[in-house]
């Protein structure tokens, strides 16, 4: 795959599972032995989690990855395509105009109906070519639109999965607070569950 379109990939579903946890969880109020537990100095009702390891590891992120990356190359190759076919018959429809205007030059028609006939129908080439290149545009538009649902759809997935996870797993209401590493400046040890949450969150998807 494409390195490029993956790491473009990656980012898009990796801001909107940022969007997710910057907000943090905020589940159920800290237990009076958890209170306790923060004013002796020990380990805080909260635990930390990598997105980025998530979007790595987690079954159900790369294959949206893969997904996107696919339909992506996909609606480019078709586009790709159809912009070639488009610019070959420009570049014909521009020869034969130049050939045309040659022959006017020269008075090489045999007569002035046989001129008004091939500038006819050039104009009508011309018009087609219009016509073709706003189907073009068209398209591109219609294939980036495409794009946008599907890669906001498997966005979507992705969150509600790994939030629902989330709840379930704290449905005990252990941690107070579920942050995404990338909202601290550094690493705080012991408190990084995303080992955990990756591998119950691919057994899960597994199912």
């Known amino acids: 795959m494409n390195n490029k379109i993956q790491t473009i990939i990656n980012a898009v579903l990796a801001v909107a599972v940022v969007v997710l946890f910057c907000l943090v969880f905020i589940f159920k109020p800290a ?10 100095g020990e380990l805080m009702p909260i635990a930390i989690i990598n997105t980025d390891s998530i979007l790595k590891n987690y079954t159900l992120a790369i294959e949206a990855s893969d997904k996107l990356a696919s339909r992506y190359e996909e609606s480019m190759l078709k586009l790709d395509t159809k912009a070639k076919s488009l610019q070959k018959e420009a570049e014909t429809f521009q020869q034969d105009y130049v050939n045309f205007q040659k022959k006017v030059e020269a008075n090489a028609f045999l007569s002035r109906e046989r001129a008004e006939s091939e500038a006819a129908r050039l104009e009508k080439q011309q018009r087609q070519l219009v016509a ?3 189907d073009l545009e068209n398209l591109r538009q219609k294939l980036s ?12 997935q992705l969150q509600d999965s790994v939030q629902q996870y989330l709840r379930e797993y704290n449905a005990d209401g252990h941690y ?9 400046m550094n690493k705080v040890a012991g408190y990084d569950i995303t080992d955990e949450v990756i591998e119950a969150l691919n057994a899960r998807y597994a199912k």
């Open 31 to 40: 237990k009076p032995a958890q209170q306790e537990i923060q004013a002796s």
């Open 132 to 134: 073709k290149q706003q």
């Open 145 to 156: 639109n495409d794009f946008m649902n599907e890669q906001a759809a498997l966005t979507q």
């Open 176 to 184: 107070h607070l579920v942050l995404n590493d990338a909202v601290l």
